[in-house]
Every structure is written in C-alpha cells, then in structure tokens.
C-alpha cells in the first residue's frame, strides 16, 4: 500500500527541482514511497540509509562518492545524522545546472526536525522542494474494505498499525511506537527531555484533542513553566506528531477566539495515549465527537496543496466553524465536521459564522455514503468524496 497522492507530487516536484525533501515522522513510509518513485520514474537510483554505518560511511567524503553516480536518483534516509552535506549537495547542483541539468538528483528523506529545514533551506535556497508525508488517508484505505475509514480512524494512518491482523496487534504496535519515539527518536532530532515527561504531555495533548489551548493548565498539571509548554508544543508540533490550528481573525470587527486549536494529528495515536484499544472503547469514550474531528480535518488538509490556508473561527458569541480553509481572499469554504448519521445539520452558530467570513461555499463532513443538499446553500459529504473532489479540483 503506498501514499497515492504523495507519489503524484513528488514525482511532479523531481520534475522541476534538482532536490526534494520527503518529511514525515519515522515508520509513516517514506522509505517504501522514496523505492516506488524511483521505480515508476523508471531510472537508476541509489539508496544510503544514515542509520546504517556502512552507508555513513560511504559519504566520509561526499563529494567524492556522489561524483560518481551523477546520472542517478540518489535517496538519502535519515539526512538529519549528516547536517553538514547540505553544503556538498549544493555544490554539485550548481555544477550540474551549468551543464543544463535540472531534473531531480536528490530524494532526502528525513523527520522535520527544526535544524534540517533550516539548514536546508539556507544552503539549497531555490534548490528544494519540500513535501509532507501524512500517515494513510481515507481515499487511500478504501479499496481494502466496506469498513476501511472506521478501522482507519480506530487504529491511525501508519501502515504497520492499520495493516495489523487484531485490534491488540495494531494497539501493541502504537504502544511501542510512542515509546521508541519519546525514548530514541525524539533525543536523536536534538531535544534532550526526560521521556516520562513528554509522553505526560503528549498525552494531555490527547485528552485536550480538539480543544483551545490551554497553556496554563498544561504547565500547572506538569509542573513547568508557560514557556516550556511553548517549548514542548514547538517540538510536538516541528515532528509533524502534533497540528496547531490557528483562528481565523479576518472578521475585526467581532470578538473572536485568539487562541490556537491542538490536535494530535493520528487517531490511532491519540487511542493509543488514552489506552483506547478498539473501535467499540473508542464509540463509548468522552473523546470520540473530538478525535473524529481531528481524523476530518487531517485526511482533508492532507489533499490540499500549500497554497490553502487552514483556520478555525470562534466568536465570544458564539459562532463557529470547525474548519475554513481559504483558498484565495475571495473563495473560502466553512466545514462542520459532524459524528452524526441521522443528523448531520450543523447549529445556527455555524451559518452565523458563515456570514461573519463571508464563506462562498458551506459544507457539512459526516460519517455517510451519500451526498445530498441540507439547505440550499450547505451540502453534506462524506469525508472519503470530499477527498476526491479536492484531489480532482488541484
């Protein structure tokens, strides 16, 4: 099973860019995706995982070694563990450019870690592209089974956690994930905190899912300080484990909500962080209304192309909308994102909030197979054609 659309655009990225960087958290199936490009581009390539010493070592001295394989598609796994060829990499971009060769010579694959996009984008500016890699979506798990998305939002994107034979399995698999994260991965991109510390964090980021951000109450039930919750948050946030959804202040003229939204962006690791271990404790759980919320808006933000700005907007009134995503100053769409089959009408706080942004298309995202019109202007979709339409549409 492979990443559909991410293949799409990277693919169409290596077309125009010398580099293309694949971000993502580890075991999400970069390193699968990166073979399937190289195969359907139908091209030599050559393969360095970091981690492995033998691979390392081979780039003792870069230049030297990726001198000779110029005609190749070179992917390197783990580029965080050599900072310092981003220098090299450019050098032998512009050598090749002046040869009038501009198609893609470098996949990098690698967590998003603060330092790599920095680093990155300093020494290879207007030389790569950079690409987000999101667990499995909903369009891309429909094809497996009549029950494809409620297994999707029970066990998570990440293909060894849906793909697992049991519900215990898949839970297992995400237990030891959070675990090896917080231990291994998280101290090998730089911050050096205690595990125990940040599972604790993260896991209130899980009980808070969906809801505004509460800084206070974070650091208060932590025992730290306003400025390290920022500090954690930043982290969560920079390894693509966590999404903050900022509000939509366009409206100056109302009382509006200034504080973020946090998600963890996986279902399945939000189930895991809260001991949820199967579809039936999810449909009985306090959290389930927010964590489908959450499941919505990242299978749609995952279609979008980067020129969408995401936003959720709340009025001291009132009036709100669970996503608006604003495709140009004069096209914005409003999403309710609604659990309910036999219900799925949003509340007038919705239409109101339509009216503050000045919304040209208003849409309800339930749990259903139809579309169908619940008033004249406001449609219901189900998440799975939604993702269709966008991907059509860009």
Not at 147 to 158: D, P, T, V
Not at 340 to 349: C, F, I, Q, T, Y
Request: proline residues 5%.
């Amino acid at each position: 099973m492979i990443h559909r659309i991410a293949q799409t655009r990277v693919a169409e990225l290596l077309k125009t860019f010398p580099a293309v960087a694949l971000l993502g958290p580890r075991q999400v199936g970069k390193t699968t995706l990166a073979h399937s490009i190289a195969e359907a581009q139908n091209r030599s390539a050559i393969y360095l995982d970091l981690e492995l010493p033998s691979d390392l070592a081979k780039l003792t001295e870069p230049e030297l070694y990726l001198q000779r394989h110029t005609d190749k598609l070179v992917i390197i796994d783990e580029i965080h563990r050599l900072p310092g060829i981003f220098q090299t990499l450019r050098a032998l971009i512009d050598r090749r450019r002046r040869t009038g060769s501009k198609a893609g010579h470098f996949l990098l694959l690698g967590s998003a870690s603060m330092d790599l996009l920095q680093q990155s984008a300093e020494t290879l500016a207007g030389r790569i592209a950079y690409i987000e890699l999101s667990p499995l979506m909903a369009n891309e798990v429909a094809s497996t089974g009549p029950h494809a998305e409620a297994m999707l939002w029970s066990r998570g994107g990440f293909p060894e956690s849906f793909l697992a034979t049991t519900d215990a399995e898949s839970f297992q698999w995400r237990s030891q994930f959070i675990q090896t994260y917080l231990e291994r991965d998280v101290p090998a991109l730089g911050p050096r905190i205690p595990a125990h510390t940040l599972h604790r964090f993260w896991q209130m980021l899980a009980h808070s899912q969906g809801q505004l951000l509460n800084a206070a109450q974070l650091a208060q039930a932590n025992g730290i300080s306003g400025q390290t919750v920022a500090r954690y948050l930043d982290i969560m946030v920079d390894l693509l484990l966590v999404r903050r959804l900022n509000p939509y202040l366009a409206n100056a003229k109302k009382r509006l909500t200034r504080s973020p939204k946090v998600y963890v962006r996986d279902s399945g690791l939000v189930h895991a962080l809260l001991g949820i271990r199967n579809g039936e404790e999810l449909l009985g759980h306090p959290v389930s209304g927010w964590s489908w919320e959450g499941f919505v808006i990242q299978n749609v933000l995952a279609v979008l192309p980067p020129s969408v700005q995401a936003y959720f907007y709340r009025s001291s009134a009132g009036a709100e909308i669970d996503l608006v995503l604003e495709h140009s100053a004069k096209d914005i769409w409003a999403i309710e994102v609604k659990r309910s089959l036999n219900n799925p009408a949003p509340a007038r706080g919705f239409h109101t909030a339509c009216q503050d942004i000045g919304a040209t298309r208003k849409i309800v995202i339930y749990p259903g197979t139809e579309m169908f019109m619940l008033a004249h202007d406001t449609q219901a979709i189900p998440l799975g054609k939604f993702m269709q339409e966008e991907r059509i549409r860009f």
